[in-house]
């Protein structure tokens, strides 16, 4: 069985989820794309003293994963940053 590209597979998964309900999560943790460039979102993601710093290994894989693409989806340098507040 052939592996999903994995950005597909982000994709995939940041739809299964409700845009607005990762929305939500993030505001709720005050977290914000356009706070940090892909690259921190991604270093953030990948410690653990980080993601217990953030209260984000609390969440579930499927829900950190939808986060993350979400944040890095509006993350300061990317294509359509999110403004930190909106």
């Known amino acids: 069985m052939k592996l999903l590209h994995p950005l597909l597979f982000t994709?995939?998964?940041f739809s299964s989820l409700?845009?607005?309900e990762v929305s939500l999560?993030?505001?709720?943790?005050k977290l914000y794309g356009g706070l940090k460039a892909t690259i921190q979102w991604e270093r953030i993601f990948s410690s653990p003293r980080r993601m217990e710093k953030k209260h984000l290994n609390s969440l579930s894989?499927?829900?950190r994963r939808a986060l993350k693409a979400y944040l890095i989806k509006y993350a300061?340098?990317?294509e359509q940053p999110m403004v930190p507040g909106l």
């Open 61 to 63: 894989d499927t829900e």
């Open 11 to 13: 994709t995939l998964l």
């Open 18 to 20: 409700h845009a607005q």
């Open 76 to 78: 300061a340098d990317s």
């Open 25 to 29: 999560l993030a505001k709720e943790l």
